[in-house]
């Protein structure tokens, strides 16, 4: 049988929550770690992008003054070179040149022509309108400084500075113009550019760019991309913040496009391609690292969840076993009931076995032979289950089927199934004997929402089918309120003869009537149980009950008990010859304390035997004859008198009657019926008895006498008395004191 204790999701269910935890988290770090490096970025190029501005305006400031000293440069060497006119070859002037550090040295006469110069060619070269020189020789001033421009014989572009003697002489002094950009360089922008990529080797291109003036320099590694304008995203430009994002080129890049400010204003935006490949292979081998450090804590746990799983497996099979048989215990068809009852739409039943008499095997045979026949009841039991039953051990000769069908029928047929596996004797320790089942069917409808309901049903089923005899029965509602009403009643008995509430048991009184005197000679207690919960209950119910449950002795000396004080108070009221018949069954007549304890209790209330009558039914008698005829005869002993209940209705003859010691019988009502409903007066049989009773020298009492026909009848053929509602119902004491008085 395959017991399903532990549920697998407990187990499969944390992991995999686990799991989604740990991607989650996952991806929340690495999305940390990711924008924490990008942040990096950022933070970089905008500290860049400051030193940047501080270049860009430092170079602007430099390029004015750089120029200036350029001129004043200028300016000196030409006025100084003025001094030294007397150079008149060119290699003196060479070293002239060299020693002023200048590129070149040119003097020209007043009409303009270049009579020596630091230029091998130069030498007779003759300035023309339209040209600088030109211009110069004609204006007045003394000084001029040029615009950088190229020499007109070899091309080269120079900045010049010219000086005009006293005599109308010029002196020109020239700077190489790739000097001059190169210091001046120094200072522009492309060079700040320059820096940022030398001091950073993880951007691979710098842009600097000014929309107002149109103009975009770019920097760095090519990309593959041929126009930089393409490149460069426009809307991000100008901004006021710093903006960042994944390059689209290539998503190895990063791109940052960073205000640059000078004096509060936007001049322009620089833009850097960041290369993020190394921070990506850092970011992919610290999640390697972690995911590995990870996934073997997890193994670790998952392993150690499996090993507790397995434990704790193993401890619930221990718990929802039976030892015994090896069956699943009432433990686990409390875990598992409900569920069973949710499973399907299919009609579900409760199947509860009971072995007979299994106290009985227990007591004969001893403990082990009844284990035993547990152990081969079970082993039986689990031949007929088949896929949809299951079975379990309830608690000690009971088992518990669950099974699904279609149809009344078919439970039907399954406990017939089981019943015949008992058809075979058992056979233990050499000990043979077939082995009696009961089986109680439960459906388990939707009105039953627990175990414990349908169990009590079970038992109720299990319990009638002992009172009636039989092996399967279905429970139905007017068992279980029968069962129900009798287990209250008994409730209530008990508490009557533990000496609680008992007012609730009351005796009525009915009257007999003398017919040769026509006086009241005795009267008959009937018992009362006024219940709780259903009112008035008559004898014919509670006294069979008390019976059954072996209550009726205690319960009887209650009623004796009740009886002596009521024959008391009509002797205190003067009755001094009434006498009272009880009756009582065959279980109080038979205890062998009957007689000591009744006579204890005449010798407390100081009675005489006399004023009772025991009233004794006809079917006692099939019991040991002469036990009771024994017992007879000890009470009558002691004055009290013996009379036999509903004569003419059992197994006893006037024979038997012959041999007892009894000393009057009692009609039954169907003989006094007879005398109402039967015109021909010879088909009666009353008169019949009366005379045999009178034979025997027996008193005769006709019971339940309800018609003057009856009446007459019974006075003609000299019945001795008579009992009915003809003359008298059963009266409560205080009426029966009024009655008696009246009389
Ligand atoms: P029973 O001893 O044969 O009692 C006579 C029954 O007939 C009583 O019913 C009584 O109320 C009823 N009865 C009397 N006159 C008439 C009548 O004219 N017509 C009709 N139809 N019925 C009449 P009750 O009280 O229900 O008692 C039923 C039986 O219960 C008694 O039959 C007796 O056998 C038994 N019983 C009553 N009290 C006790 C008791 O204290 N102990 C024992 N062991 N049995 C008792
Ligand atoms: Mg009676
Ligand atoms: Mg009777």
Same mark, same amino acid.
């Given at each position: 049988?395959?017991?399903?204790?532990?549920?697998?999701?407990?187990?499969?269910?944390?992991?995999?929550?686990?799991?989604?935890?740990?991607?989650?988290?996952?991806?929340?770090?690495?999305?940390?770690?990711?924008?924490?490096?990008?942040?990096?970025?950022?933070?970089?190029?905008?500290?860049?992008?400051?030193?940047?501005?501080?270049?860009?305006?430092?170079?602007?400031?430099?390029?004015?003054?750089?120029?200036?000293?350029?001129?004043?440069?200028?300016?000196?060497?030409?006025?100084?070179?003025?001094?030294?006119?007397?150079?008149?070859?060119?290699?003196?002037?060479?070293?002239? #040149?060299?020693?002023?550090?200048?590129?070149?040295?040119?003097?020209?006469?007043? =009409?303009?022509?270049?009579?020596?110069?630091?230029?091998?060619?130069?030498?007779?070269?003759?300035?023309?309108?339209?040209?600088?020189?030109?211009?110069?020789?004609?204006?007045?001033?003394?000084?001029?400084?040029?615009?950088?421009?190229?020499?007109?014989?070899?091309?080269?572009?120079?900045?010049?500075?010219?000086?005009?003697?006293?005599?109308?002489?010029?002196?020109?002094?020239?700077?190489?113009?790739?000097?001059?950009?190169?210091?001046?360089?120094?200072?522009?922008?492309?060079?700040?550019?320059?820096?940022?990529?030398?001091?950073?080797?993880?951007?691979?291109?710098?842009?600097?760019?000014?929309?107002?003036?149109?103009?975009?320099?770019?920097?760095?590694?090519?990309?593959?991309?041929?126009?930089?304008?393409?490149?460069?995203?426009?809307?991000?430009?100008?901004?006021? &913040?710093?903006?960042?994002?994944?390059?689209?080129?290539?998503?190895?890049?990063?791109?940052?496009?960073?205000?640059?400010?000078?004096?509060?204003?936007?001049?322009?935006?620089?833009?850097?391609?960041?290369?993020?490949?190394?921070?990506?292979?850092?970011?992919?081998?610290?999640?390697?690292?972690?995911?590995?450090?990870?996934?073997?804590?997890?193994?670790?746990?998952?392993?150690?969840?499996?090993?507790?799983?397995?434990?704790?497996?193993?401890?619930?099979?221990?718990?929802?076993?039976?030892?015994?048989?090896?069956?699943?215990?009432?433990?686990?068809?409390?875990?598992?009931?409900? =569920?069973?009852?949710?499973?399907?739409?299919?009609?579900?039943?409760?199947?509860?076995?009971?072995?007979?008499?299994?106290?009985?095997?227990?007591?004969?045979?001893?403990?082990?032979?009844?284990?035993?026949?547990?152990?081969?009841?079970?082993?039986?039991?689990?031949?007929?289950?088949?896929?949809?039953?299951?079975?379990?051990?309830?608690?000690?000769?009971?088992?518990?089927?669950?099974?699904?069908?279609?149809?009344?029928?078919?439970?039907?047929?399954?406990?017939?199934?089981?019943? =015949?596996?008992?058809?075979?004797?058992?056979?233990?320790? +050499?000990?043979?004997?077939?082995?009696?089942?009961?089986?109680?069917?439960?459906?388990?409808?939707?009105?039953?929402?627990?175990?414990?309901?349908?169990? =009590?049903?079970?038992?109720?089923?299990?319990?009638?089918?002992?009172?009636?005899?039989?092996?399967?029965?279905?429970?139905?509602?007017?068992? #279980?309120?029968?069962?129900?009403?009798?287990?209250?009643?008994?409730?209530?008995?008990?508490?009557?003869?533990?000496?609680?509430?008992?007012?609730?048991?009351?005796?009525?009184?009915?009257?007999?009537?003398?017919?040769?005197?026509?006086?009241?000679?005795?009267?008959?207690?009937?018992?009362?149980?006024?219940?709780?919960?259903?009112?008035?209950?008559?004898?014919?119910?509670?006294?069979?009950?008390?019976?059954?449950?072996?209550?009726?002795?205690?319960?009887?000396?209650?009623?004796?008990?009740?009886?002596?004080?009521?024959?008391?108070?009509?002797?205190?009221?003067?009755?001094? +010859?009434?006498?009272?018949?009880?009756?009582?069954?065959?279980?109080?007549?038979?205890? +062998?304390?009957?007689?000591?304890?009744?006579?204890?209790?005449?010798?407390?209330?100081?009675?005489?035997?006399?004023?009772? &009558?025991?009233?004794?039914?006809?079917?006692?008698?099939?019991?040991?004859?002469?036990?009771?005829?024994?017992?007879?005869?000890?009470?009558?002993?002691?004055?009290?008198?013996?009379?036999?209940?509903?004569?003419?209705?059992?197994?006893?003859?006037?024979?038997?009657?012959?041999?007892?010691?009894?000393?009057?019988?009692?009609?039954?009502?169907?003989?006094?019926?007879?005398?109402?409903?039967?015109?021909?007066?010879?088909?009666?049989?009353?008169?019949?008895?009366?005379?045999?009773?009178?034979?025997?020298?027996?008193?005769?009492?006709?019971?339940?006498?309800?018609?003057?026909?009856?009446?007459?009848?019974?006075?003609?053929?000299?019945?001795?008395?008579?009992?009915?509602?003809?003359?008298?119902?059963?009266?409560?004491?205080?009426?029966?004191?009024?009655?008696?008085?009246?009389?």
């Amino acid at each position: 049988m395959n017991i399903k204790i532990i549920d697998k999701r407990t187990l499969i269910v944390p992991i995999l929550v686990s799991i989604i935890i740990f991607i989650f988290l996952g991806q929340i770090v690495y999305i940390g770690i990711r924008d924490h490096f990008y942040d990096r970025v950022r933070e970089l190029s905008i500290h860049l992008a400051k030193g940047y501005s501080y270049s860009i305006q430092n170079s602007i400031n430099s390029e004015f003054l750089f120029e200036q000293l350029i001129e004043d440069k200028l300016l000196l060497a030409s006025e100084t070179t003025a001094i030294y006119t007397q150079i008149e070859d060119r290699s003196s002037l060479v070293l002239y #040149a060299q020693s002023l550090r200048v590129d070149e040295i040119n003097l020209y006469n007043p =009409q303009g022509v270049l009579v020596l110069s630091t230029m091998p060619e130069g030498t007779q070269w003759q300035t023309f309108e339209g040209h600088p020189i030109y211009d110069f020789i004609l204006r007045p001033d003394r000084t001029m400084i040029e615009n950088i421009r190229a020499n007109y014989v070899t091309g080269i572009e120079y900045k010049y500075g010219y000086y005009k003697l006293e005599n109308g002489n010029i002196i020109q002094i020239g700077l190489l113009a790739s000097k001059i950009n190169e210091l001046i360089g120094v200072l522009t922008t492309d060079h700040a550019l320059k820096d940022i990529l030398d001091s950073n080797s993880s951007i691979a291109l710098a842009c600097y760019a000014q929309p107002e003036q149109n103009e975009l320099s770019c920097l760095g590694d090519d990309l593959g991309v041929n126009n930089y304008e393409n490149l460069i995203k426009e809307n991000y430009i100008n901004q006021s &913040e710093v903006i960042g994002l994944v390059s689209t080129v290539d998503s190895s890049l990063y791109e940052l496009y960073v205000p640059i400010m000078i004096d509060q204003n936007n001049v322009g935006t620089l833009i850097l391609y960041h290369e993020m490949d190394e921070q990506n292979e850092a970011l992919v081998q610290l999640l390697y690292v972690g995911f590995s450090v990870l996934a073997i804590m997890y193994f670790l746990l998952a392993y150690a969840y499996i090993v507790h799983f397995n434990k704790n497996k193993q401890l619930s099979e221990v718990a929802y076993i039976d030892d015994l048989t090896q069956l699943p215990n009432d433990l686990y068809l409390q875990k598992t009931f409900e =569920q069973f009852k949710e499973k399907t739409d299919q009609e579900k039943s409760l199947i509860m076995l009971n072995i007979d008499e299994f106290r009985t095997i227990n007591v004969t045979y001893g403990y082990h032979h009844g284990n035993q026949i547990l152990v081969e009841t079970a082993n039986r039991l689990k031949k007929v289950l088949e896929h949809s039953q299951t079975l379990f051990r309830w608690e000690g000769d009971r088992f518990v089927f669950l099974i699904e069908s279609d149809h009344q029928t078919d439970q039907f047929e399954f406990a017939n199934k089981i019943l =015949q596996q008992f058809k075979q004797a058992f056979d233990i320790d +050499d000990i043979k004997k077939v082995i009696r089942v009961k089986l109680g069917i439960v459906p388990l409808e939707k009105s039953i929402s627990s175990l414990q309901q349908a169990i =009590q049903k079970a038992m109720i089923t299990l319990e009638y089918e002992r009172l009636v005899d039989k092996d399967i029965f279905v429970f139905n509602e007017d068992i #279980a309120s029968a069962m129900i009403r009798e287990t209250n009643i008994v409730k209530e008995l008990q508490d009557i003869i533990e000496g609680n509430n008992q007012e609730r048991l009351s005796l009525v009184f009915q009257p007999q009537l003398d017919l040769k005197t026509n006086k009241i000679t005795g009267l008959e207690a009937l018992s009362r149980l006024n219940s709780d919960q259903y009112g008035s209950i008559n004898p014919a119910e509670f006294i069979d009950i008390a019976e059954k449950h072996y209550l009726i002795y205690d319960l009887g000396k209650v009623v004796f008990n009740k009886a002596i004080t009521t024959i008391n108070e009509l002797i205190s009221l003067g009755y001094k +010859d009434i006498r009272v018949a009880v009756n009582v069954s065959g279980i109080q007549l038979l205890h +062998d304390q009957f007689v000591n304890d009744l006579l204890i209790l005449l010798k407390k209330y100081k009675l005489s035997g006399k004023h009772i &009558e025991i009233e004794i039914t006809e079917s006692i008698l099939m019991n040991d004859m002469q036990r009771i005829n024994r017992t007879l005869e000890q009470l009558r002993a002691h004055e009290i008198s013996i009379s036999i209940d509903d004569f003419g209705t059992g197994y006893s003859s006037f024979f038997t009657i012959s041999e007892l010691h009894v000393d009057s019988i009692k009609i039954n009502r169907s003989f006094v019926r007879q005398i109402y409903t039967q015109m021909d007066e010879q088909k009666m049989i009353a008169r019949e008895i009366i005379q045999l009773a009178h034979k025997l020298g027996l008193r005769i009492v006709a019971e339940e006498v309800e018609h003057d026909k009856e009446y007459q009848y019974l006075l003609k053929h000299q019945c001795d008395c008579i009992q009915g509602y003809y003359f008298c119902r059963p009266l409560q004491s205080h009426d029966l004191y009024k009655f008696l008085g009246n009389r």
